[in-house]
């Protein structure tokens, strides 16, 4: 299991860039697959981003596919989804996970721990 902390949350008009970042504790985060997620009001949690342990493989929900990249940094322990170009419909909670398969977080979520959230309002 690993302990996950999200920053970087706040309010954006649309057009506009965030970058929010993950922090992880715990000796395996470099051996794990990590993903972010959203959860909108009234709606479910989704699937954004994607990245395996390596860095070398990411996947995107199609919804932000081209404005979203995410990436991570194994020395610090940290992973980020930068967002650009972010919409309305963008407004949500996000969530960071982990898991050892990266297949597993863009289907199901992972098994390896959940941060609390950090809220993310996208205005018109």
């Known amino acids: 299991q690993v302990q996950l902390v999200e920053s970087g949350g706040g309010l954006v008009q649309a057009g506009g860039s965030l970058r929010l970042s993950c922090t992880a504790s715990?000796?395996?985060?470099?051996?794990?697959?990590m993903g972010w997620f959203r959860q909108a009001p009234g709606k479910e949690r989704e699937f954004v981003a994607a990245?395996?342990?390596?860095?070398?493989?990411?996947a995107y929900a199609d919804s932000v596919k081209g404005r979203f990249t995410i990436s991570r940094d194994n020395a610090k322990k940290m992973v980020y989804l930068q967002m650009t170009s972010l919409k309305p419909e963008d407004t949500a909670v996000y969530y960071c996970?982990?898991?050892?398969?990266?297949?597993?977080?863009?289907?199901?979520?992972?098994?390896?721990?959940w941060g609390q959230g950090t809220q993310v309002t996208v205005s018109s």
């Open positions: 996970n982990a898991d050892e398969d990266i297949v597993r977080i863009t289907t199901t979520g992972g098994r390896r721990g």
């Open positions: 715990g000796r395996t985060f470099s051996s794990y697959a």
């Open positions: 990245i395996r342990w390596s860095g070398g493989v990411t």
